[in-house]
Protein backbone atom coordinates (compact mmCIF):
# COMPACT_ATOMS: atom_id res chain seq x y z
CA UNK A 1 0.00 0.00 0.00
CA UNK A 2 2.87 2.24 0.81
CA UNK A 3 4.78 1.55 -2.34
CA UNK A 4 1.41 2.67 -4.26
CA UNK A 5 1.02 5.66 -2.32
CA UNK A 6 4.54 6.53 -3.26
CA UNK A 7 4.86 5.53 -7.10
CA UNK A 8 1.21 6.73 -8.37
CA UNK A 9 -0.73 8.43 -6.10
CA UNK A 10 1.91 10.85 -5.12
CA UNK A 11 3.16 12.16 -8.69
CA UNK A 12 -0.35 12.25 -9.72
CA UNK A 13 -1.17 14.65 -6.75
CA UNK A 14 1.77 16.85 -8.03
CA UNK A 15 0.86 16.87 -11.22
CA UNK A 16 -2.97 17.79 -10.51
CA UNK A 17 -1.56 20.90 -8.40
CA UNK A 18 1.23 22.02 -10.85
CA UNK A 19 -1.15 22.33 -13.44
CA UNK A 20 -4.12 23.70 -11.61
CA UNK A 21 -2.02 27.70 -11.55
CA UNK A 22 -2.51 27.64 -15.21
CA UNK A 23 -5.71 26.34 -15.34
CA UNK A 24 -7.21 29.20 -13.55
CA UNK A 25 -4.80 31.90 -15.39
CA UNK A 26 -7.87 33.08 -17.86
CA UNK A 27 -9.23 36.45 -18.19
CA UNK A 28 -13.11 37.27 -17.46
CA UNK A 29 -15.28 36.42 -20.21
CA UNK A 30 -17.25 38.87 -22.63
CA UNK A 31 -20.43 37.19 -21.89
CA UNK A 32 -21.00 36.34 -25.71
CA UNK A 33 -22.70 38.69 -27.98
CA UNK A 34 -24.95 41.44 -27.36
CA UNK A 35 -28.40 41.15 -28.14
CA UNK A 36 -29.91 42.13 -31.72
CA UNK A 37 -25.83 41.31 -33.56
CA UNK A 38 -26.13 39.35 -36.40
CA UNK A 39 -24.53 35.69 -35.32
CA UNK A 40 -20.62 35.49 -36.24
CA UNK A 41 -20.14 33.11 -38.88
CA UNK A 42 -17.84 29.66 -36.95
CA UNK A 43 -17.17 27.95 -40.19
CA UNK A 44 -14.42 24.96 -39.75
CA UNK A 45 -12.17 24.55 -42.23
CA UNK A 46 -12.27 20.30 -42.82
CA UNK A 47 -10.11 20.54 -45.69
CA UNK A 48 -6.86 19.40 -44.63
CA UNK A 49 -7.38 17.19 -41.54
CA UNK A 50 -10.53 15.64 -43.18
CA UNK A 51 -8.58 14.46 -45.94
CA UNK A 52 -5.70 12.96 -44.17
CA UNK A 53 -7.82 11.17 -41.54
CA UNK A 54 -10.00 9.97 -44.66
CA UNK A 55 -6.65 8.50 -45.97
CA UNK A 56 -5.25 6.92 -43.15
CA UNK A 57 -8.78 5.02 -42.51
CA UNK A 58 -8.84 3.46 -46.14
CA UNK A 59 -4.93 2.56 -45.98
CA UNK A 60 -5.82 1.13 -42.81
CA UNK A 61 -9.16 -0.57 -43.73
CA UNK A 62 -6.99 -2.07 -47.05
CA UNK A 63 -3.91 -3.31 -44.92
CA UNK A 64 -6.94 -5.00 -42.29
CA UNK A 65 -8.83 -6.89 -45.15
CA UNK A 66 -4.84 -7.92 -46.82
CA UNK A 67 -4.08 -9.43 -43.49
CA UNK A 68 -7.28 -11.32 -43.39
CA UNK A 69 -7.27 -12.59 -46.79
CA UNK A 70 -3.12 -13.97 -46.02
CA UNK A 71 -4.59 -15.69 -42.96
CA UNK A 72 -7.65 -17.46 -44.95
Do not use: E, F, H, W
Not at 6 to 34: D, E, H, K, M, Y
Amino acid sequence: MKSLCLNRLLPALALIVACSGTLLAQGPSTGGPAPGTPPATTDVPLDGGASLLLAGGVAYGLKRLRNRRKKA
